[in-house]
């Protein structure tokens, strides 16, 4: 391996004109190449220096009677500011400057024009030998693209790059990474190009290679020549022409200078400013690749906001996976998804509303919905959930017209709504959160701005109020009442006969039997809405009905969705078989669930789980197998299963 002579690189030295003592402790510094002032000479020189200048400039006349009174003065402020050290190792004492090398490197590259021909600054070249416990050595292949991802300043301020070949190495400031080392870089390469008729030959050599890109080619090299800089920040963002384009010249440009047996300066600063270059190439081209994934997968992200069923919480949006099955976080961190949606969240435009609206639902947990899916959400929680609250409140009526009774919401629209916004509370606590919400009406006066945005079915205010709960569910009070009477025997309809039997009914009741029949009925209440199975049945139920509004196509109810997967795998002939193939399978499943929800304690219910648990039984049970049909028919026992989950009756 050939040994390459760095040039020596010299670096002005002149002495300060500023008469306060840091300035002449440097320019001592300087003038003497170290960091290191034995403190008696300098004093000396201080004195002469001073009394011949001071005809020129009067203000070093203060250094001119008593210099080292006014010298230990302010010395001890300077010490205190970090600005230098005293040393006692020797019997006149020393001063370190602990700044000297990084302003050696400082002055270097604040002249990188002048210095463009020459190679980067090394200890070798500035006649200097750095302490190693100030200085972190890296390499130019190996560890510069690392560093980047991670720049670690600390205790060390000064980098050491070390380049291949025999090729010395450069001195920089931590600081100065990346935007000083790719500028300088940038420069020496237009010194190269100026020389020896480099660009044509680079010209010559690259068209081939980058065949039918020959003009973005031939204008690239003349920018490095006139805008070097603007070269630079295209190296930064990642380019595709950018990336190519040096790839193949640092190669170029490598090949190229090895072939010659004596190396001048400039050949040397030129491979290694591609050696930089390239490392730096690699590395901004893989963070554009990066950010290009990241976006995408915000993008799947958005998309994934908006399909059903429209709300979901951070757990839920952590687990969103591509059109590919690969999980959106590994293409994004979870600091810049929480960043994304704290952006999405709160950030305005035109006085709106975010684009991404938290509504907090049960238990204060959150759930993240785009602004314009929320008239549709609405639409649909209150679809699902009418006919549950109309047959809770019918089985209700029903009990109350048993005892011969009667309640205000029976005979009262205002309290029939009352009743309404109870059950609704109970059955879907997310469509309750969502009504109360107090954004809700700003985001449908938004929404409705905009021609045709919300149509009339989806709309839930009139002139700035909230419709009426009877009105959002379409549920009239007198009609459920009929019904509920139409369940029962003539008598509880009829006035004079129910109460007269009311009459001598309650005629032996205490009044604490009626208190125990009314809590009776709310306690009959509560079972049918399935709020009493076991610990955590309130978790399962809303497990359960997200994962139904994820299966359900839209415009199906959970009912007529599971009357038509039967039609596709019980095929028998006669109806009788028919119905009791299915009433056996749906025993299989309640049995199934009933043991496994024993057996595990702690089973989380989710799509996944329950999908597990349907194959289970299907290729467990030998009979089963003979079905056709067998993808309905594991559909149709998930749903099964989500249904038994919600009515949380086994």
């Known amino acids: 391996m050939t040994n390459h002579r760095i040039p020596t690189i010299i670096v002005t030295k002149t002495m300060a004109q500023r008469t306060d003592l840091y300035s002449i402790l440097i320019s001592y510094a300087n003038k003497n190449n170290s960091p290191y002032i034995a403190i008696e000479p300098f004093l000396s020189f201080l004195d002469k220096y001073a009394k011949r200048m001071v005809e020129e400039q009067p203000e070093w006349l203060k250094w001119t009677q008593d210099a080292a009174v006014k010298f230990y003065s302010e010395l001890a402020a300077l010490a ?61 292949e190996s560890d510069l693209p690392f560093y980047l991802e991670e720049p670690q300043e600390g205790d060390l301020p000064m980098i050491r790059i070390g380049f291949p070949d025999n090729y010395g190495s450069a001195l920089i400031l931590a600081s100065m990474i990346p935007k000083r080392l790719i ?4 420069l020496k390469i237009r010194n190269y190009l100026r020389n020896h008729g480099n660009k044509e030959f680079a010209l010559r050599k690259l068209t081939p290679q980058l065949m039918g890109k020959e003009g973005y080619l031939r204008d690239y090299l003349n920018q490095i020549l006139t805008r070097p800089m603007d070269c630079a920040g295209s190296i ?31 050949d040397i600063a030129a491979i290694q400013a591609v050696h930089i270059i390239e490392a730096l190439n690699i590395y901004y081209k893989s963070l554009a690749v990066k950010k290009r994934e990241r976006e995408l997968a915000l993008k799947d992200l958005e998309q994934h906001l ?126 309750t959160a969502l009504l109360d919400d107090p954004k809700l009406q700003l985001i449908y006066d938004e929404l409705e701005q905009a021609e045709g945005e919300i149509p009339i079915a989806a709309r839930i205010f009139n002139r700035g109020e909230m419709l009426p709960y009877s009105s959002l569910f379409i549920l ?63 978790e399962i139920l809303n497990a359960a009905r997200e994962i139904e509004f994820t299966m359900v196509p839209s415009g199906q109810s959970i009912d007529s969705y599971l009357d038509e997967l039967k039609t596709r795998w019980s095929r028998l002939i006669s109806k009788q078989a028919r119905d009791n193939l299915v009433e056996d399978v749906n025993s299989l499943v309640r049995d199934n669930l009933r043991r496994t929800l024993r057996v595990h304690r702690h089973y989380k219910i989710t799509r996944e789980n329950l999908a597990t648990l349907a194959s289970n039984i299907v ?29 949380v009756k086994f």
């Open 306 to 431: 908006l399909k059903p069923p429209y709300f979901y919480t951070l757990d839920q949006i952590i687990k969103f996976t591509s059109s590919k099955g690969v999980l959106l976080l590994s293409q994004y961190s979870k600091d810049e998804l929480e960043k994304w949606l704290k952006k999405e969240t709160t950030e305005t435009q035109d006085d709106k509303l975010p684009k991404l609206l938290i509504i907090n639902g049960e238990d204060q947990e959150r759930f993240f919905i785009a602004k314009n899916k929320i008239p549709l959400l609405c639409a649909k929680l209150l679809s699902e959930a009418r006919e549950k609250v109309k047959s809770a409140v019918s089985k209700r009526w029903v009990r109350i017209i048993m005892e011969y009774r009667k309640e205000p919401a029976m005979e009262n629209d205002k309290d029939f709504d009352k009743l309404l916004v109870k059950y609704t509370a109970k059955i879907n606590p997310t469509l």
């Open 80 to 140: 205190e500011e970090g600005k230098c050290e005293l040393l006692n190792d020797t019997n006149e004492g020393r001063i370190y400057m602990p700044h000297f090398y990084m302003e050696l490197l400082q002055q270097y590259y604040g002249n990188m024009d002048s210095n463009a021909d020459m190679p980067f600054p090394s200890e070798e070249s500035l006649n200097i030998e750095i302490p190693g416990s100030q200085i972190r050595p890296l390499g130019a």
């Open 476 to 538: 009239k009070r007198k009609d459920i009442l009929e019904d509920a009477k139409l369940l029962l025997p003539f008598w509880y309809s009829t006035p004079i006969l129910a109460a007269i039997i009311a009459f001598f009914k309650n005629l032996f009741k205490k009044r604490q039997q009626k208190q125990e029949a009314q809590q009776n009925i709310d306690a009959d209440d509560e079972e049918d809405e399935g709020v009493h199975s076991r610990e955590g049945s309130r």
């Open 183 to 186: 500028e300088s870089s940038m």
């Open 236 to 266: 930064e963002e990642g380019g595709e022409f950018s990336y190519l384009f040096w790839a193949h010249f640092s190669l170029l440009v490598k090949g190229d200078i090895k072939k010659k047996k004596d190396l001048l300066s400039d």
């Open 619 to 647: 290729s467990r049970t030998p009979s089963l197998q003979t079905l056709s049909g067998k993808d309905s028919l594991r559909t149709y026992i998930e749903l099964y299963l989500v249904k038994l989950l919600e009515t």
